[in-house]
């Protein structure tokens, strides 16, 4: 029987369904580790601890929850509309070359709260503006925006090298990066919220595009479930058919949602650029902008679920690096392999355990 | 050196480079001919290069070496036809999932398996595809022009350069010449269609896939044991992408393809040589220019100011046949 169009409960679908692909995707992980001969229960442990533990740990946790908020959001924003753009990446590494200038010109100037609005509309502004012409050609010339926005990771990866390498560094330094921003381009670390539930944050860089990213999810939510914009995004993503029969019009739409998602994917760059490392260094994404996909299906596209599954993966990421440190046999990059496990099982093979939960359920109490 | 000298080496680096992509692109041709997209290429072709390193260094054997970076291509492949194909799952995402997989396994395994921080042991010679000269390379080096480019260029090549060029008119052939190609396309463009004639769609897609793993499986190993001797972090280093973008610039189609590659080979290489040089007229030009180059034309074409690039319509929907 086709069990497809067999309507299930929410809390199956939202609950049950994701929970049990992200065992499998633990459950494969864990086969690696046992693989390389060390036990995966006691690399769990680990993990936890070290991602959990003390203040510091939990500092850090936040600290990567906090990017992969922004480029979960900004996958999210452009799903509702049935636009995937795995532009991200290049869109949060030029969203730093905005929040960077804004720091470099004011930090002298004027203290942080001050540089801090200006820096974020850098941010979004370039990385709307990477974003823009992926969206324009998916608008207006039918490219499709997949591809389009693959070729801006490159290109912007390669505009910003040059402009490291060779514009923005200090003069007779090695190290392709920006000069170091004075406290007035810096934003503000956020001891007071860990110490407010009696731990540490000790050298954990967690700042305060963490509150950004909090009220950006608010705001996501606003837009997507409680304005005419959301309302028109969301049927063009369903059925772009029934939305032009709607008059809703497909090359604007397009373009503000992709410039939308941009702006969300360049304000991640706030957190490493501004947050912790106070200079623009090279690759400083690091792969955030990918693991916003797997944030934004594991997190359904919801802003909750996202903040959620961006604890998640920044759980895995601080507790990874702990974990180097204890097993040296298992690498930080163990990480990457969780995070594709995860993608694989909870985006690409979301369904595959739907029909047997349709019939465990139509035969335990359903139909 | 004179000019025609310096081009002859850029040349023969050229084709040096654009093999991976070459192999890369044929195989992403038959998926997404298929109407898989395939954004997996890039893991499928670190995954292949790891194996082959790993089983030509324990082995001594190239060729043991290449069949397990076939093996691990195809196994990659048919990961990517059950998510996508069997539970209709997102090609875009499977495909970014199995990036991840292949880049994370690869270091983790590595390192547990070589302790060198993710490089493989330096594989011996009996374990490498190494150059062979041509008949005749010798004799013909010194007459002017066709010689040196005979020598250099044609010549002195390993074997799976000379394959990879021999993969472009098999692949034609494939495509255009017989049932299965036939078929292939049409399911690429009107699944329904082929469903209707009788043709299970779930089979013709997944053997696509095993095709494009073969290719992809060449592409990994020419990486690890014929260009170098073991497999190094990230040895990919994004030439999934650029043979994707080769294959859309080709408009999906063999021969382009290999133009096309040939060309993003040849800006590579031209990058490299002009890495602290300056041209006349224009100065140093930025070789950040060059890298940047395939993605920046691939996307003038597909905004469809250089022709029109159509990918194949039912690429990237999973077929549901109707009950």
Redesign the interface.
Known sequence: M?T?SVPLPAWINYGVIPLLNLLLAFFFSGL?VW???ENPFDALQLLLIGALGRGEGIGFTLFYTTSFIFTGLSVAVAIHAGL?N?GSEGQAYLGGLGAALVALALDRYVPWYVTMPFAVIGAALFGAACAA?PAW?QAK?G??V???T???N??TS??M??LLV?VLIVPGKMAPESRTFLPGGQLQKLDWLISMFGGKLGAAPLNFSFLIALVMCFLVWVLIWRTKLGYEMRTLGISPTAASYAGIPYAKTVMITMLISGGLAGMMALNPVMGASARLQIEFVGGAG?VG?AVS?MGRNHPAGIVLSALLFGILYQGGAELSFDMP???R?????????V??FA??????LRPAIVRAYQKIGGK | MDYFDIFVSIMGSAIRLSIPLLFTALAGLFSERAGI?D?GLEGKMLASAFAAACVAYWTGNAWAGLGAGIGTAILFSL?HG???IT????Q???G??????????T???G???FQQG?RTGQVPPSGRFSAITLPGADLVREVPIIGPLYANVVSGNNLLTYIAFLMVPLSWWVLYRTRFGLRLRAVGENPGAVDTAGISVTWLRYRALIVTGFLAGFAGTYLSIAQSAAFINNMSA?KG?IA??AL?FAKWKPVPVMFACLLFGFLDAFANFMQGKSLPLIGEV?V??F??LP??L??VL???FIGV?R?PKAGGVPY?KE?
């Open positions: 086709n497809a690696v693989a390389i001969g995937f795995i012409v050609l010339r490219s499709h997949v591809i389009t693959i070729m801006f490159f290109i390669s505009l090298n040059y060779r990918f996909i299906l046999n298992i690498t990059d163990m990480i990457v392999v969780i995070q594709g496990m993608i694989l985006g690409a093979l979301e369904y595959m | 997209f954004i990961l059950f998510a996508s539970n209709r799952g997102n875009i995402v499977s970014v999932a199995l990036n991840f997989v292949a880049a994370g396994l270091i983790v395994l390192t547990a398996w993710g994004g992408y994707l973008a859309i930025p950040q220019i890298q940047a993605y920046i691939t996307c597909l905004a469809g690039a990918p549901t009950r």
